[in-house]
């Protein structure tokens, strides 16, 4: 698995390792951009992988799905001298609880961004958006730099492929009680004009985790780690620098 680090200038005086999982259709990079330099600044070792199917990491010869990319999170979490607090937008959140119902073992934290527990109306809006003809003519701009960000996998036209699998391949349903055990600093955060997140799922994640912290992005919609990074991003150094665990 492809894997960008951005590291703090003075990495004597950081805090443990970020492990930074991406959203549908996305990259490792492309979906942190805007939180790199915050967190290298607060001290922090930022990991950014493509997960499989995405970026620089192609598929191999197995059937794609959530498992796919847990198997793959799973074997670079577990390469890292120290446990890293993993944060996860959107798919990425899914493939970070996937992870944490088998290995809870791995984390020292946990970041949750416009994550589901179950599929819903509003998130098959969005991923009816992933289709490749519908975005390329809706959002050509966008169609540009997914072909450049997925060539690495199959040359210009291979994001639409990316974008048939991520719509299609993956659910979004959790085992909640699994996710029980999982016992570390939480941070909640959505957007809230997010119309992919069931606010409900939420609350039941906070039945689960009452130790889980919850941050409602004012303003935001589902990439608030992008478009909302001036407010979200002192959130997340917040939570760091009261919650994280120093492994250094």
């Not at 098959?124 to 992933?130: L, Q, T, V």
């Amino acid at each position: 698995m492809h894997v960008e680090i951005e590291a703090p200038s003075d990495e004597s005086a950081g805090g443990p390792d970020l492990l930074l999982l991406h959203g549908g259709i996305g990259t490792g990079r492309y979906h942190w951009s805007k939180q790199i330099k915050g967190l290298t600044g607060a001290g922090f070792r930022l990991h950014m992988p493509d997960l499989p199917g995405h970026g620089q990491t192609p598929v191999g010869d197995q059937p794609y799905g959530r498992s796919v990319l847990v198997d793959a999170v799973r074997e670079y979490a577990s390469s890292l001298d120290h446990r890293p607090i993993v944060a996860g937008f959107s798919m990425g959140g899914h493939t970070a609880m996937g992870l944490a119902a088998t290995d809870p073992e791995l984390f020292a934290g946990l970041i949750l961004i416009g994550v589901s527990i179950a599929d819903h109306d509003g998130l098959g809006a969005w991923r009816s958006k992933f289709d490749p003809d519908v975005l390329e003519e809706s959002f050509p701009l966008w169609a540009r730099q997914l072909s450049k960000l997925h060539a690495p996998l199959g040359g210009p036209d291979a994001w639409r492929d990316v974008c048939i699998r991520d719509s299609t391949k993956l659910s979004a349903e959790v085992d909640t009680d699994a996710l029980a055990v999982l016992d570390v600093p939480t941070l909640l955060v959505r957007g809230d004009g997010d119309e992919t997140v069931d606010p409900g799922h939420f609350g039941r994640l906070r039945e689960i985790w009452p130790h889980a912290e919850e941050f409602v992005v004012p303003g935001g919609g589902h990439d608030v780690q992008l478009t909302r990074s001036r407010v979200t991003g002192p959130v997340f150094v917040d939570f760091l620098g009261r919650h994280a665990e120093d492994g250094r």
